[in-house]
């Protein structure tokens, strides 16, 4: 598994349009765009730059292109999770979880459902 380059928070929008309709021309997915609608050819060109980046693949269809998402949200999700825990943690995942027990984000409670979860899967 490649390394893949990260995203803007445009790509992530675009690519999100994959994950949610699959496969797609550019005119579709400008069609699902927010007012006010980006330009065609600025859409084609992040469509381009995810294809670039790994994300995306396509089908050819005589002169058009049909893209699709190469990487699922699940696995863009562990990826991102796997980043931010390399490089805001030191890889330590006990270092995460006790930050979020410290900022009270996460209950004793939910920090012990979680371990029942772990033991149970074992």
Do not use: H
Request: hydrophobic share 30%; net charge neutral.
């Amino acid at each position: 598994e490649k390394e893949r380059k990260k995203l803007t928070q445009k790509e992530e929008e675009i690519l999100s349009c994959f994950w949610a309709k699959g496969a797609m021309f550019v005119r579709e997915l400008l069609g699902l765009q927010d007012e006010p609608k980006p330009n065609y050819n600025t859409l084609s060109t992040i469509v381009r730059t995810l294809e670039e980046k790994g994300y995306i693949g396509y089908k050819q269809y005589g002169n058009t292109y049909q893209y699709y998402a190469l990487v699922s949200e699940d696995e863009y999700r562990k990826a991102s999770l796997n980043n931010v825990v390399d490089k805001y943690f030191g890889k330590s995942y006990a270092r995460v979880v006790s930050s979020l027990i410290e900022e009270e984000k996460l209950s004793i409670d939910e920090l012990q459902e979680l371990i029942q979860k772990i033991k149970n899967k074992s």
